[in-house]
């Protein structure tokens, strides 16, 4: 019998506004059905079935929602399904075949008269949906037309499983797809082999493949055809679509998705072809519009808003893929022109414009860092010393015998520091002052008698004798060691050691002047080469660090030291502000003014600076 398929969604399926169906998906496998799908199978049914006059089913649809159903009758001009729907709401709930009569009608076995049946659908377990169907058979049939149903719900069940095999969004098919352009040993054989693929995939007639090349996009790959002319009418219409695609950075179609876009190309597409229905999808790498993928299919069957979002998930990273691999047979001229020509585009488009503004802000800054001027400053630790530092030391071997003062103690010119033991002096001294007297009246006798031979003699061992008592009294003199300046004793402390030997030249104390100070400061050696004479700076202590002292330069040494961190060099200045506060010794941070530079050299130049030199030691 004849008869047309019509189709509907129930209450509980979405809008059609929301949805739009054209390929209405039955659950199982992935599988993708059709309304020319469906239709064939109910009019199978049909010629297996004598005597059907309608049919009504319901199946299952997981890609619209899932869970939801869709109805599919035949014929389409038959008003009364009631009966029929709810025989296959019940036999839904129930997963088991139900049959009943219509009222009225003769019940014996050998008349004819009208039979209703409504059988779950199944394959595998996995639920189909039901069919429910009116037949001129008497009720001893009913069995043969169950038979018959489940039959026809095996027959749909493999038609599903081999549609299942190329269905958009099927693991297996797609995962094959892709092996198939990875295994093609140039690029152009892959865009081939994807465009056809996925035009099988996709139900669609023609799909195509184009780059965007320095103003409009460049076709590359036609499904279906080995060689095409871009000049073509058709081809032309197709790169202004792929055009207006990557301009507007969205899907596009038409008949439009949701009525409001602009896609006069696509129009013009769609109407120029025989009414096809276009839609055509972006190809980005890095966030960058680089191509487009148009895709065209015979009316009434359009583009839903699923079906975009579904074909771009699976043809997004294949796309992708694609693209690594024409850049990969290009020259790399021609490599880095397409760079080029891409980071020209991102910056010039619309998208990502929080990266751009901040590259914007960024180089704002980097250049106003660029311009505007600082002062460069070599900062180093540093020691406070004395202008100068006078040294006491022992005049001779002796014996400690008082320390009235200690290190740290501010003392006066001619202060007595420490006192020697003179007992030794003193007995010396009164022994050669006893000579002396004798030998003057053995001279005094002399003279009398006139012996001018001994008194000449005895002259001579009187000068030695006074020579002698001069040099103790010089030593007693000396047992007492006193400040040669006034100022503060920096070292020496002898308070605890009395009665300690000491040794000719040993250093007992040094005394350095309160008013006059000198800065030592330890230069690194990668900034020694900024330091010259007579530059200016300042100095803060850290036991006064609400106050800074100007400083000059004052010496420059060539001498490398080891002192504080790594190696270094000593660099002398005079400090131009004295207070009573400062003391020798007292240790702080000295900057010293090298010239004016840029904010950005101020800020950068040390890691220039280590960047090139282990370039240079990486360097062969």
Not at 30 to 57: F, M, P
Request: proline fraction near 4%; include cysteine.
């Amino acid at each position: 019998m004849g008869g047309s398929l019509s189709f509907r969604a129930e209450e509980d399926r979405c809008s059609e506004s929301e949805v739009e169906p054209v390929t209405p998906s039955c659950g199982v496998s992935g599988a993708v059905l059709d309304e020319a799908v469906v239709g064939h199978w109910l009019q199978l049914q049909s010629r297996l079935i004598a005597g059907l006059k309608v049919a009504c089913t319901t199946l299952v649809d997981d890609v619209v929602r899932p869970g939801g159903r869709r109805e599919y009758s035949l014929p389409e001009d038959y008003s009364d399904l009631t009966e029929l729907q709810a025989m296959v709401a019940m036999a839904g709930r129930t997963s088991a075949p139900v049959v009943t009569g219509i009222a009225g009608s003769s019940r014996d076995k050998g008349s004819k008269a009208p039979l209703r049946v409504a059988v779950p659908l199944k394959s595998k377990g996995q639920d189909l949906g039901v069919i429910a169907v009116e037949v001129d058979a008497t009720l001893s049939n009913h069995k043969t037309v169950l038979q018959l149903l489940e039959w026809g719900g095996a027959w749909l069940g493999l038609l599903l499983e081999s549609l299942a095999l190329t269905a958009p969004g099927a693991p297996e098919g797609v995962s094959r797809l892709y092996q198939q352009v990875v295994d093609q040993s140039d690029y152009r054989g892959a865009a081939i082999t994807a465009v056809n693929g996925l035009a099988g995939y996709f139900s669609c007639d023609r799909v195509t493949l184009g780059w965007v090349g320095k103003k409009v996009h460049q076709i590359d790959a036609v499904s279906g055809l080995s060689g095409f002319s871009e000049r073509s009418v058709v081809m032309k219409r197709i790169r202004d679509a792929m055009d207006e695609c990557a301009i507007q950075g969205r899907p596009l179609s038409w008949p439009t998705l949701d009525g409001n876009s602009e896609s006069v190309a696509h129009a013009a597409l769609g109407a120029g072809n025989d009414g096809l229905t276009v839609c055509t999808l972006p190809i980005e790498l890095d966030g960058l519009i680089i191509g487009s993928l148009s895709l065209e299919r015979r009316a009434p069957y359009g583009f839903s808003i699923r079906d975009v979002d579904e074909y771009a998930r699976i043809a997004g990273p294949l796309m992708q893929l694609l693209a690594l691999q024409r850049e990969r047979t290009q020259s790399w001229i021609r490599l880095l022109l397409n760079r080029q020509l891409r980071a020209g585009r991102w910056l010039i488009g619309k998208k990502s414009l929080g990266w751009k503004t901040g590259l914007v802000v960024g180089a704002l800054i980097l250049s106003a860092l660029s311009l505007i001027q600082g002062t460069h400053r070599v900062a180093a630790p540093a020691v406070l010393e004395g202008a100068e530092q006078r040294a006491v030391v022992a005049p001779f071997e002796g014996y400690v015998a008082e320390a009235p003062v200690h290190a740290g103690e501010q003392v006066s010119k001619g202060q007595l520091l420490l006192r020697l033991e003179d007992q030794e002096l003193d007995l010396e001294r009164q022994r050669v002052s006893s000579e002396r007297a004798e030998l003057r009246n053995q001279y005094r006798q002399a003279l009398a008698k006139l012996e001018h031979a001994k008194t000449r003699i005895l002259q001579a061992q009187l000068v030695q004798a006074d020579a002698r008592l001069e040099l103790l009294d010089k030593q007693l003199e000396r047992t007492s060691l006193v400040a040669p300046i006034e100022g503060l004793i920096i070292s020496g402390d002898w308070s605890r050691s009395l009665g300690m030997p000491v040794e000719r030249g040993e250093v007992m104390f040094e005394v350095a002047p309160l008013d006059s100070y000198r800065v030592a400061i330890e230069v690194p050696d990668r900034d020694i080469a900024f330091l010259q004479f007579d530059q200016q700076g300042h100095l803060v202590l850290s036991a006064l660090t609400d106050q800074r002292f100007p400083l000059r330069v004052t010496g420059v040494t060539s001498i490398s030291t080891q002192a504080g961190v790594g190696a270094g060099f000593r660099v002398e200045a005079d400090i131009e502000e004295s207070v009573d506060k400062l003391r020798p010794g007292m240790q702080g941070l000295a900057k010293v003014n090298v010239g004016e530079r840029s904010v950005l050299w101020l800020w950068t130049h040390r890691l220039v600076e280590w960047l090139r030199y282990q370039l240079w030691s990486w360097l062969p």
